[in-house]
T-cell receptor, first 112, second 115 residues
């Protein structure tokens, strides 16, 4: 059974700091991995999607990496801003299924 | 519409009652998903529709839960004999195609509270 773990559960950093969020999964037979952002009381916004054949994806100040063999992904946020404060969720999809399996998220606070 | 719309945004119901939660996906999106999110947890998959048919309903917790999408657009999640443990945020998502690489767009969710 696929399990997705995100560490840390919560993180507080000063504005301007570079930071890394971690995601690990137990079954390496994934089709792709996505990182989402969730603001309080809101739905999820897809940030980056990495196919299993890819090593990383970049969008603006965000960079996501994937190491399928070790079951790990990281989300790197450069020059963090207070507007980055949100919960970040990673989710994996197996090749045989359309369902996304989510981690519990990392709650990020960027202090001005 | 511009995004996935879910109604109502909040629903409070008494234990034992029946509730319906509605999802309007992005126009033209073929695939539709329902997820359930408890406080402090990530969303958990409930059901996936390709067009009008439920392609995967393995996440529905028991037979009190049912979902339909009769015309391949709007979907309704139905919960019978609600229990306090059903309290959660119910999220709907849609994607343009049924391909595994298609990005899912999520609605803001319906917060269900069973008292």
């Amino acid at each position: 059974k696929q399990e997705v773990t995100q560490i840390p559960a919560a993180l507080s950093v000063p504005e301007g700091e570079n930071l890394v969020l971690n995601c690990s999964f137990t079954d390496s037979a994934i089709y792709n991995l996505q990182w989402f952002r969730q603001d309080p009381g809101k739905g999820l916004t897809s940030l980056l999607l990495i196919q299993s054949s890819q090593r990383e994806q970049t969008s603006g100040r965000l960079n996501a990496s994937l190491d399928k063999s070790s079951g790990r992904s990281t989300l790197y946020i450069a020059a963090s801003q207070p507007g980055d404060s949100a919960t970040y969720l990673c989710a994996v999809r197996r090749g045989s299924s359309y369902k996304l399996i989510f981690g519990s998220g990392t709650r990020l606070l960027v202090r001005p | 519409g511009a995004g996935v719309s879910q109604t109502p945004s909040n629903k409070v119901t008494e234990k034992g009652k029946y509730v319906e939660l509605r999802c309007d996906p992005i126009s033209g999106h073929t695939a539709l998903y329902w997820y359930r999110q408890s406080l402090g947890q990530g969303p958990e998959f409930l059901i996936y529709f390709q067009g009008t048919g439920a392609a995967d309903d393995s996440g529905l917790p028991n037979d009190r839960f049912f979902a339909v999408r009769p015309e391949g657009s709007v979907s309704t999640l139905k919960i019978q004999c609600t229990e306090r443990g059903d309290s959660a945020v119910y999220l709907c998502a849609s994607s343009a195609s049924t391909g595994l690489s298609s990005v899912a767009f999520f609605g803001q969710g319906t917060r269900l509270t069973v008292v």
